[in-house]
């Protein structure tokens, strides 16, 4: 399988805790987006990153919220003490190249965060 | 980016050619046109993309006006499985994808 893979699919986390939502782009792939969705809304731009950099976490939330991408091993999105307002589904994205016009983003199939 | 003006929904009979507007007005000389459709909170898709003439592919065709003020998404014989959300995006190739609120289709038997 080429995919995108994110995982786990559903996570459902208590308020305060921790949240970590992985993503292991396609073979080749040395860049990763992460988006965010709301409940009813539009996919948000959270952070793009390639491998151990991040190039722009402009969507990204001041606190709470980082984002890492390793050498080795997946892409990771961590959500720190975890809100009510933190329920979403979250997207992985990755690409071969920032400026290749000839590929879209492929996407996984999201995590839905779900915070109790 | 520019910005792109969707209509919220649209409906389509089955079977017959589903026509998504997408106004770009805005629009810069390098930036792309692109198509994601996102079906009930699967990750998006791709679907096509353009910069000045029109482009077909296996799922869609485009068509982006002289101007390149708007494009035109069609599905040539929509089934109920292209139900779903569409986001017409515009960027420069080597900027992000900012999604909009994007036009929810529905086919309908």
């Known amino acids: 399988n080429a995919g995108v893979m994110q995982n786990p699919r559903h996570l459902v986390r208590r308020r305060g805790q921790e949240a970590r939502l992985r993503c292991s782009p396609m073979?080749?792939?040395?860049?990763v987006y992460w988006y965010r969705q709301l409940p009813e809304e539009g996919l948000k731009f959270m952070v793009y990153?390639?491998?151990?950099?991040?190039?722009?976490e402009s969507g990204m939330p001041k606190e709470r919220f980082s984002a890492e991408f390793p050498k080795e091993g997946p892409s990771i999105l961590r959500i720190q003490q975890v809100v009510r307002g933190d329920s979403a589904a979250y997207f992985c994205?990755?690409?071969?190249?920032?400026?290749?016009?000839?590929?879209?983003?492929?996407f996984g199939s999201g995590t839905r965060l779900t915070v109790v | 980016d520019a910005k792109t003006t969707q209509p919220t929904s649209m409906d389509c009979a089955e079977g017959r050619a589903a026509n998504l507007p997408c106004n770009h007005s805005?629009?810069?000389?390098?930036?792309?046109v692109y198509w994601y459709r996102q079906i009930h909170s699967q990750g998006p898709q791709y679907i096509i993309h353009g910069l000045k003439n029109n482009e077909t592919n296996e799922m869609a065709s485009l068509i982006i006006t002289e101007d390149r003020k708007s494009s035109t998404l069609i599905l040539p014989h929509a089934t109920l499985r292209d139900t779903a959300v569409y986001y017409c995006?515009?960027?420069?190739?080597?900027?992000?994808?900012?999604f909009g609120a994007g036009t929810r289709l529905t086919v309908k038997p």
């Open positions: 995006i515009v960027r420069v190739a080597d900027n992000d994808m900012r």
């Open positions: 073979k080749g792939h040395s860049h």
């Open positions: 805005t629009i810069s000389g390098n930036e792309y």
């Open positions: 990153l390639q491998k151990e950099n991040i190039i722009d």
């Open positions: 994205a990755s690409s071969n190249a920032r400026a290749s016009v000839n590929y879209g983003y492929t």
